[in-house]
Nanobody, 125 residues
Framework: QEQLVESGGGLVQAGQSLRLSCVASGRTFSNHASGWFRQGPGKEREFVAHINWGDGTTYYSDSVKGRFTVSRDNAKNTVYLQMNGLQVEDTAAYYC??????????????????WGQGTQVTVSS
């Protein structure tokens, strides 16, 4: 069964850091753009960051640029999201996502091929 499994969420105070991991099980990130979305309470799911296969080009939303870093470990079939300087506004369920091919610009909810189940990140003030 193909699936994406996230881990690493939790409760932290503002200013602290977390690292999310997403392991592809039964599938691979090869030839896929892979990354992260988030969905806060009462909000729509929004793009956070992604990394392209091949040249490793990355894209970030303006709200996380400079604070979050997306990366991958091909040998471990894993994508990461390092989140530094967390803010209360970053509180959300974070979802791993993958889309076949090379994607210019931010991933879109409507074109993602595969989703993880989500991991909760809560930032307290």
């Amino acid at each position: 069964q193909e699936q994406l499994v996230e881990s690493g969420g939790g409760l932290v105070q503002a200013g602290q850091s977390l690292r999310l991991s997403c392991v592809a099980s039964g599938r691979t990130f090869s030839n896929h753009a892979s990354g992260w979305f988030r969905q806060g309470p009462g909000k729509e799911r929004e793009f956070v960051a992604h990394i392209n296969w091949g040249d490793g080009t990355t894209y970030y939303s303006d709200s996380v640029k400079g604070r979050f870093t997306v990366s991958r470990d091909n040998a471990k079939n894993t994508v990461y999201l390092q989140m530094n300087g967390l803010q209360v506004e970053d509180t959300a369920a974070y979802y791993c996502a993958a889309q076949y091919g090379y994607v210019l610009g931010p991933l879109k909810v409507t074109t993602v091929d595969c989703w993880g189940q989500g991991t909760q990140v809560t930032v307290s003030s």
